[in-house]
């Protein structure tokens, strides 16, 4: 999901130290192979199809049109418990009817442990999960969700730059309030088609002139080289719409430092053709079984060949629930998520989607 993913491991600032809630369960890693995977059903009664050893079914106790095509749901546990701590930038999956399932950003209030809330866009051209969410999913229903996870972690800085586009605010939001609560200098540019189609302006409000809202038909483009000005130490920039607007972000702070720019992508960018055509092989270490990746299958779908199972739910190198330790090889990264020091340093690889350069690859399975 994320274009240039923000997994920091700095230490939290003290503040955010402070701030933090207690953690009944953790966020998920981000994209450690294992996520749970969740069931769902439309109506009262026990969850089927697509179950996993931790499934958890979660109820949806509101729902609100909260923009033109844009539907928000809360979610919350059917006998009361707590939910797993997340934590801004976070996203969980819903399980779809079918198994499939789809990532949606959490965009409520981090600090109440007893609901989830997401936006869901209605994409005309997608494929299904949005349009069973606004014209299937109703209050009192049981959805499988799977996550927390974050691939798009909000980091220490002293000043924060958001840019976000139509839906992409919906992990902002949640970015915003905390940068707001720790008392840090932050800015949001929040770009859409028009006003009523622009979800959540009306929570940002609050926030007077720190908020610019700017819907294309009465503004034209958000002025990105305005907003972005010109690179400043300490300040992050985050930014999440459609890749258009991302791609711009990116040229706009093509002179910033390695690492200030964030970006998460609801869809990944097209691929550069794959580094080696020929086929190789990957050797499972913990099995010794060595496997031949042939051109035309994914490492996905060739360890799927073979019974070993990798949980996966984008399928597009963009959510990072196939993640895999790689011990040794050299990796064909064609993922969304990892940045070029990430992808230096080796150690992962995302098996819906990426492959090798090197003859074999050594993955710890
Ligand atoms: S990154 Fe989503 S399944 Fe691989």
Redesign the pocket.
């Known amino acids: 999901m994320a274009a240039l993913s923000s997994d920091d491991q700095r230490p939290l600032s003290s503040i955010e130290k402070t701030l933090r809630p207690r953690r009944d369960l953790p966020e998920r890693s981000p994209?450690r192979r294992g996520g749970r995977v969740h069931t769902l059903t439309s109506t009262d009664g026990p969850a089927t199809g697509g179950a996993a050893a931790d499934a958890a079914t979660l109820r949806v106790t509101a729902r609100t049109v909260v923009a033109d095509g844009v539907v928000a749901l809360e979610l919350a546990s059917p006998s009361g418990l707590r939910l797993p701590d997340w934590t801004p930038g976070a996203h969980i999956d819903l399980v779809l009817p079918d198994g499939t399932t789809r990532q949606y950003s959490l965009c409520g209030d981090r600090w109440d442990p007893h609901a989830y809330r997401i936006g869901v866009l209605r994409e005309e051209a997608g494929r299904g999960g949005s349009a069973y969410v606004h014209d299937v999913l109703r209050v009192g229903d049981l959805v499988g969700v799977g996550g927390p996870r974050n691939r798009f972690a909000l980091v220490p800085a002293d000043r924060y730059l958001f840019v976000a586009g139509g839906i992409g605010i919906t992990p902002l939001l949640p970015m915003v309030r905390q940068a707001d609560l720790l008392g840090a200098d932050w800015r949001l540019l929040y770009g859409g088609r028009r006003r009523a189609s622009m979800a959540f302006v009306d929570e940002l409000s609050r926030y007077g002139d720190r908020v610019e809202v700017v819907p294309r038909d009465e503004a034209g483009h958000p002025d990105l080289h305005r907003f972005l000005d010109t690179p400043a130490p300490g300040t992050a920039v985050y930014a999440c719409g459609p890749a258009p607007l991302l791609d711009a972000v990116q040229a706009a702070c093509s002179s910033w430092p390695p690492h200030a720019l964030r970006t998460e992508r609801f869809v990944a960018a097209e691929p550069a053709a794959p580094v080696r055509r020929a086929p190789f092989d990957v050797e499972l270490a913990r099995s010794g079984v060595v496997l031949t990746v042939p051109p035309h299958r994914t490492v996905?779908e060739a360890l799927d060949d073979v019974g070993v199972e990798v949980?996966?739910?984008?399928?597009?190198?963009?959510?990072?629930?196939?993640?895999v330790t790689v011990l040794a090889g050299e990796p064909d990264h064609r993922?969304a998520?990892l940045d070029d020091d990430e992808r230096r340093a080796g150690g992962c690889m995302?098996?819906?989607?990426s492959r090798a350069r090197s003859d074999r690859l050594v993955l710890d399975l």
Do not use: K, P, Y
């Open positions: 994209g996905l949980l996966s739910s984008c399928r597009q190198g963009v959510c990072g629930t196939c993640e993922d998520l995302f098996v819906c989607v």
